[in-house]
């Protein structure tokens, strides 16, 4: 069995890829209402910095700060699967394994971490996870994407409305 390792830093901050298992299906913006609750839930319970997200119909990105003397990211996510994967009905296709182990069909087993190094590290990612669904063909402009926190940016004065994701339109305030 591989011995998944990450990293545990107390405080830090992250950006993460959480996919769904079948990476056709569009689940995640069909239950974006029970998707939001399940956060909310797992967020008043263990609090972190949600400091930038996108959902995305098959996967999602976002970045996160922990509190400081807290390390436990993974906590949070297996906490929001299984609130979401919970409060599903259960009719996704499920491996025998799958089945032996009484795990549902929705997530990928496993995510993706990434331990945000310096500012122009956050920059970047930022900057990815606003773009994503221009990029992945969803929108043709990145304002149109209504599950992110783009907008919230805009307001903060650090994109234009019209800021593409090409880092020649990048309007980078104070924020």
Request: glycine share 6%; net charge positive; with cysteine.
């Amino acid at each position: 069995m591989p011995d998944y390792r990450r990293l545990h830093v107390k405080g830090a901050c992250w950006f993460f890829t959480v996919n769904l298992q079948q990476r056709q299906q569009t689940l995640l913006i069909d239950e974006i209402y029970l998707l939001k609750l399940c956060i909310k839930q797992v967020h008043q319970l263990q609090p972190f910095t949600i400091n930038a997200w996108v959902i995305l119909p098959e996967h999602m990105h976002c970045l996160w700060t922990l509190p400081d003397g807290d390390e436990d990211y993974s906590g949070r996510w297996r906490a929001i699967k299984k609130a979401f994967s919970r409060a599903l009905a259960s009719t996704e296709y499920r491996t025998a394994s799958q089945l032996q182990r009484g795990e549902r069909g929705i997530w990928q087993r496993r995510f993706w971490e990434h331990q945000i190094r310096d500012d122009a590290d956050y920059l970047r990612h930022l900057d990815y996870i606003h773009q994503n669904p221009l990029k992945h063909g969803w929108v043709t402009r990145v304002q149109d994407w209504p599950y992110s926190t783009f907008h919230r940016y805009v307001a903060q004065g650090y994109y234009a409305l019209d800021w593409c994701g090409d880092t020649n339109m990048s309007i980078h305030g104070d924020a």
